[in-house]
C-alpha cells in the first residue's frame, strides 16, 4: 500500500533553519504532486508548499522568500527547506501527494502520519 514518511522534523531556536523529507513508497508517482501542510494546536490544516511533477512550486504568502520545496523523481521523495523559522511556524507538518496538479486545499490521496516542529522564541 502507499505509505509516506516524513522525517527531520524538531526543535530550533527562532532565526534557525530545519529541512524536512518525505518519502514515498507503494505506486509509481508519476504526474503526482506533492505538497506539504501543518497543523498548529487548535488551527486547521493548512498548505504551506506544493511542487507539482513538472517542478513549478506554490507557498503560501507567510512562508515565501523562507521556504523552498523541491523534489526528487527518480526517489520520490520531496524535501522542505525552512529558514529564518519563527515560533509561529511551530506546527505538525504533514507530507501529502495527489494524482495531478498541486493545490492548496486538502484534496490530496495520500498523507503522512506527520513531524513535530517546534520554533522557540
Known amino acids: 500500500q502507499v505509505q509516506l514518511v516524513e522525517s527531520g522534523g524538531g526543535l530550533v531556536q527562532a532565526g534557525g533553519s530545519l529541512g524536512l523529507s518525505c518519502t514515498a513508497s507503494?505506486?509509481?508517482?508519476?504526474?503526482?504532486?506533492m505538497g506539504w501542510f501543518r497543523q498548529a494546536p487548535g488551527k486547521e490544516r493548512e498548505f504551506v508548499a506544493g511542487?507539482?511533477?513538472?517542478?513549478?512550486?506554490d507557498y503560501v504568502e507567510s512562508v515565501k522568500g523562507r521556504v523552498t520545496i523541491s523534489r526528487d523523481n527518480a526517489k520520490n521523495t520531496v524535501h522542505l527547506q525552512m529558514n529564518s523559522l519563527k515560533p509561529e511556524d511551530t506546527a505538525v507538518y504533514y507530507c501529502?501527494?495527489?494524482?495531478?496538479?498541486?493545490?492548496?486545499?486538502?484534496?490530496?490521496?495520500?498523507w503522512g502520519q506527520g513531524t513535530q516542529v517546534t520554533v522557540s522564541s
Open positions: 507503494g505506486r509509481t508517482f508519476t504526474n503526482y504532486g
Open positions: 501529502a501527494v495527489r494524482w495531478g496538479a498541486v493545490v492548496r486545499i486538502r484534496d490530496y490521496d495520500y
Open positions: 511542487v507539482a511533477w513538472s517542478g513549478t512550486t
